[in-house]
């Protein structure tokens, strides 16, 4: 599993013109799904983003997590997260996870981020979504479930 995770301002996704999720100060993460994810790497993401220290404290240095802020999180699926561009030019997405079992998993993450009773917002899977992302720093963090050694 692979997520983008950057600190914001707001950020909100829009589809077919309309607004269907919208934070205030938080995260916006981008997030993909692999062939050989499972609930173990949901876990593992979830934890790291949830406990990501990059907001400021008193002293302006990265020493609070979003619930140590009250934040507030928009997720959004993104398959060409697994994009492989190592061979010619067009991106080979083969290992991204797609259809109904990535949609689960990608459901399955989402209840796993609520039970921490923060405000999670979400795209709709698989929409052409325009997404307004007002990167706070910037500060742009890259997660992977695989490369967690």
Not at 37 to 63: C, G, S
Not at 77 to 96: E, H, I, V, W
Request: hydrophobic fraction near 40%; charged fraction near 30%; aromatic fraction near 8%.
């Amino acid at each position: 599993m692979r997520a983008v995770v950057q600190r914001v301002t707001s950020s909100k996704v829009v589809v077919d013109g309309k607004i269907v999720g919208s934070i205030n100060k938080g995260i916006n993460v981008l997030i993909g799904i692999s062939c050989d994810d499972n609930e173990v790497d949901l876990k593992y993401i979830k934890d790291k983003i949830i406990n990501l220290r990059i907001f400021e404290d008193e002293n302006f240095k990265m020493n609070k997590s979003l619930m140590d802020i009250g934040g507030e999180m928009l997720v959004i699926s993104q398959f060409t997260l697994y994009g492989d561009c190592r061979k010619g030019r067009r991106p080979n997405f083969m290992a991204a996870l797609g259809g109904e079992e990535s949609k689960k998993l990608y459901d399955k993450f989402i209840l796993m981020l609520k039970e921490y009773g923060i405000k999670v917002e979400t795209g709709i899977f698989g929409a052409d979504m325009k997404v307004d992302i007002q990167n706070d720093g910037p500060v742009t963090i890259l997660l992977d479930s695989k490369k967690n050694f």
